[in-house]
């Protein structure tokens, strides 16, 4: 019989999960929501139905050995969501200990959804001969992983990497933390939303976003615009990168990463975002550092990564 | 016999040595000009010269053991100084080659100035129980000492840790390092100088640094100023305060520390730069980091502590 993990990556709008082996093979992977449950007891009781279902469906006898969890704001040590600004579960969720009800004699653990994906993309992915790296996962908000001497960075509190929440102007956008200027408001697909919309508002230029409303607005469009040759959609990516690359700089001066991965769905428009991002990262680096930190899209596939990094998670737990 | 190490720490204008045995007393201890010695080599020579007497004062009788030196844009790895910008000595220095010509078969160890003080603070100061805190250098420049997992951040190439070059405004003041608007172009002793100055500038409120140049005016003359309630000088500590603090928060999100240690000349002026630091800090932190993270002032006394810091590195290395 094979063991095999559950992945679960939580995500403001969705959780994406999959059952993986050792090798990093997904036997099944699938999503629900989590945007639409506002209790989370109701939001597992779905997620394990679901699971139980998943596993019928696997041909292959299969022991679940452990569960891995990624979740923005998510604590290592306590086994806790806290405080997610993007989810609608407010406070404290004991995650942990919620899920040692469905799953009794099983090692579950769960770390940050970015912390997950750094994992992933050292056992899975491009860092596996990396001891200094960071991962920059630019969904809904910015998480970051950060490994130094080959250990994930958790902090004393657990909640180190949160580079989404670092500031980049004093009375800039308002955040779902409750502060103003965080990165997250300018550098994720809704950062970059943002921006477009503030560049509608601010240029006179015509662009094809100006026919879409800002809940219709994705990433995806401001890329595909872009690629049009769209004023608005090009000057919104470099705007985004530069402040991205400036940010990366105060991280590369702080921990000095052998690399540097982006994903998630903003890291999807390639070159758009990387282009600027690196220009403007080397510029913002002090000399000793210039020309040696590789700037990279995550080794993983866009579409498993998180739930690849949290099964990382939960291997690396079983040892 | 006993066992002593020499410290050395390198300042751009000074450099403090001290003889210290394994418990962190001094034997002796001294300085001497750095910026004087256009010359690296002529440097050392004195640096030499001034030692060996030193050793003839000392009435115990003691065994070299170890040569420890922190100095600015130190690389432990490869035992040299990189470009400082604060140095006459341009280029890359092998200083731990150079010394070992002086000192054949003892350890010569070398890191950053700052570096070495997050070690003294570890092994003879506040930081001994903790695993996850910063040393923050407020002196010429500023520099910073990451301990993450209960070990210094070297990063993949040596030169973690320099805070200092973390970017504040994107077309800020002029740095020595080539860029413009660092850190320590605002958080320094020569950066709440430079705001003094623009505030002389900008305000027309009397003050009784308008008597002082630029050459002359130092740390200490603001904080005094500051004392006797001058505006300009308490604008310029709050000003100084709010710049060190949002930075401060980033970092805080980066690696979550237990502490951040301040030392150097500007730690000096006490709470006219610990309040308005303390107070921005705070509001420029995520939630989940409030009130968790202790801002103090070093636990080594401010003469000797980056000589004890260099001597901690040496022991260290000793074992």
Redesign the interface.
């Known amino acids: 019989m094979k063991d095999v993990v559950l992945g679960i990556d939580i995500g403001g709008t969705y959780t994406k999960y999959g059952i993986v082996d050792r090798d990093g093979n997904s036997l099944y992977e699938s999503f629900t929501s989590t945007s639409k449950y506002n209790e989370f007891d109701a939001y597992l009781e779905n997620l394990h139905v679901e699971f139980e279902e998943s596993m019928e469906t696997i041909k292959e006898k299969v022991n679940l050995a452990g569960v891995g969890i990624g979740a923005p704001?998510g604590n290592y040590y306590r086994g806790t969501i806290?405080?997610a600004p993007n989810l609608n579960w407010k406070g404290v969720i004991p995650v942990v200990d919620k899920l040692k009800e469905y799953f009794k004699d099983i090692p579950v653990v769960l770390t940050n959804d970015a912390n997950a994906a750094a994992i992933g993309e050292k056992i899975y992915g491009s860092a596996k001969n990396?001891?200094?790296f960071i991962v920059i996962t630019l969904g809904t908000g910015l998480g970051?992983g950060?490994v130094?001497?080959d250990?994930l960075?958790?902090?004393?509190?657990?909640?180190?990497?949160?580079?989404g929440?670092?500031?980049v102007k004093?009375r800039g956008r308002q955040c779902g933390?409750?502060?103003k200027g965080?990165l997250e408001t300018y550098v994720s697909a809704t950062g970059i939303k943002r921006t477009v919309f503030r560049l509608l508002a601010e240029r006179i230029s015509s662009s094809e976003l100006r026919d879409i409303s800002y809940n219709e607005l994705t990433a995806k469009m401001i890329s595909e615009a872009a690629g049009k040759g769209d004023e608005i959609a090009l000057e919104a990516f470099e705007y985004t990168g530069r402040i991205l690359g400036?940010k990366l700089?105060?991280?590369i001066?702080?921990?000095?990463?052998?690399a540097i991965f982006l994903l998630g769905g903003l890291a999807k428009a390639g070159d758009l975002i990387m282009q600027p991002t690196k220009k403007h990262m080397e510029e913002?680096?002090?000399?000793?550092?210039r020309n040696?930190v590789d700037l990279l899209l995550s080794g993983l596939h866009e579409t498993n990564a998180a739930v690849l990094g949290a099964s990382a998670l939960a291997w690396k737990e079983l040892g």
């Open positions: 704001n806290e405080y990396m001891r200094d970051s950060i130094v001497n250990e960075v958790y902090g004393h509190d657990g909640f180190a990497g949160e580079l929440h670092t500031n004093l933390c409750g502060k965080c400036a700089a105060d991280a001066a702080i921990t000095s990463p052998e913002s680096l002090l000399p000793i550092f040696k």
